[in-house]
């Protein structure tokens, strides 16, 4: 594993990780005193950014996954706009499209207090992380 990014203001990070067959996936860490997400957020690179591309300003609380960005928008919230160009970039470089929701990549948004998940970083912390 290789951490390589910090995701969330709480300090949760994103990593690289070599799943059992040797397949690189790009997961998420928790911080532990924020957020306890613990799984897969993208199966390659190119989802990853694709991922980031919705425009969620932290991709650390997975409760907002299955919602736009700004969806639970409150007065004196701040609101993130989505980077457009990026977005833009994203599109042509790849061919590829920019999903609604953060749902539609990470499949297994799991939280450390769950007893199970088919995630299978999910499953490896449990079994190697102790």
Not at 19 to 26: A, C, M, T, V
């Amino acid at each position: 594993m290789c951490v390589f990014a910090k995701i969330g203001a709480d300090g949760s990070r994103a990593a690289f990780w070599l799943d059992s067959e040797g397949k690189q996936k790009i997961v998420h860490l928790g911080s532990g005193s924020g957020s306890t997400l613990v799984c897969v957020l993208a199966d390659n690179p190119v989802d990853f950014l694709r991922l980031l591309a919705i425009g969620y300003d932290e991709i650390c609380w997975n409760q907002e996954f299955s919602s736009p960005p700004n969806a639970n928008f409150v007065d004196g919230a701040c609101f993130v706009h989505p980077n457009v160009k990026y977005q833009q970039w994203v599109r042509d470089t790849f061919s590829v499209n920019i999903p609604t929701t953060a749902s539609e990549i990470v499949r297994y948004p799991s939280e450390i207090e769950n007893l199970e998940s088919n995630d299978p970083f999910f499953q490896w912390v449990k079994q190697n992380v102790r």
